[in-house]
């Protein structure tokens, strides 16, 4: 093959509630490659280089003098989700400075898990997009999420990913199913 038929796909942004996506703690290279892609094994057992997460944009701070990056708050049914753009992501730091909370926004970014002087572990969102979206795109969002998460529940420990996850997370399904049935309960289609 040349290098003209080599042809590079993205990632799936995998949809994922903010309350699954805070117990997440393992994240792994897959290839030796500096720019070998970077995931995180969701508790549900599957792997997700970018996510897609819609909810109500609650907060954002401009910070920084001479690198200037935004941080924010975006919330779903099942909590908050911590995002951020850079100047690595100009685009995205161009969107969110333009949006005034509180919004409903959809944003598509990658996931990174840091570690804390103190030893504990935090996710946030590195912002690829952001768009504000009205409450019938967060509801179908929700719905499509629950289906998503349910999904994972049920094939748990047949996939390699959802075999890790369970050594990983010991996680309890009825949890999920009741984070699931939480979310649901504040959408109104």
């Given at each position: 093959?040349?290098?003209?038929?080599?042809?590079?796909?993205?990632?799936?942004a995998?949809r994922?509630?903010a309350?699954?996506l805070r117990?997440?703690?393992?994240?792994?290279?897959?290839?030796e490659d500096e720019k070998?892609?970077?995931?995180v094994?969701?508790?549900?057992?599957?792997r997700?280089?970018?996510?897609?997460?819609?909810?109500?944009?609650?907060e954002?701070?401009?910070?920084?003098?001479?690198n200037?990056?935004y941080r924010?708050?975006?919330?779903?049914p099942?909590?908050?989700f911590?995002?951020?753009?850079?100047?690595?992501?100009?685009?995205a730091?161009?969107?969110?400075?333009r949006?005034e909370p509180?919004?409903f926004?959809?944003?598509?970014?990658?996931p990174?898990i840091f570690?804390?002087?103190d030893?504990?572990?935090l996710?946030?969102?590195?912002?690829?997009?952001?768009s504000v979206?009205?409450?019938?795109?967060?509801?179908?969002?929700?719905l499509?999420t629950?289906?998503d998460?349910?999904?994972?529940?049920?094939a748990m420990g047949?996939t390699?990913?959802s075999?890790r996850a369970q050594?990983?997370?010991?996680i309890?399904?009825?949890?999920y199913r009741k984070m699931?049935y939480?979310?649901?309960?504040?959408i109104?289609l």
């Amino acid at each position: 093959m040349n290098r003209r038929q080599i042809s590079y796909e993205r990632e799936p942004a995998r949809r994922v509630f903010a309350s699954e996506l805070r117990e997440t703690r393992v994240q792994f290279k897959e290839g030796e490659d500096e720019k070998s892609p970077t995931y995180v094994l969701l508790p549900s057992g599957v792997r997700a280089n970018r996510i897609l997460i819609v909810g109500t944009l609650t907060e954002k701070q401009r910070q920084g003098d001479q690198n200037i990056f935004y941080r924010g708050r975006v919330a779903d049914p099942t909590g908050p989700f911590f995002i951020m753009a850079g100047s690595y992501q100009p685009e995205a730091m161009q969107q969110i400075a333009r949006i005034e909370p509180p919004a409903f926004v959809a944003v598509v970014g990658k996931p990174n898990i840091f570690e804390t002087p103190d030893g504990k572990s935090l996710l946030s969102i590195r912002v690829e997009s952001i768009s504000v979206v009205d409450r019938e795109t967060r509801d179908l969002w929700v719905l499509d999420t629950a289906r998503d998460t349910l999904d994972r529940i049920d094939a748990m420990g047949t996939t390699e990913d959802s075999q890790r996850a369970q050594e990983e997370y010991s996680i309890k399904p009825e949890l999920y199913r009741k984070m699931v049935y939480d979310a649901l309960s504040q959408i109104h289609l």
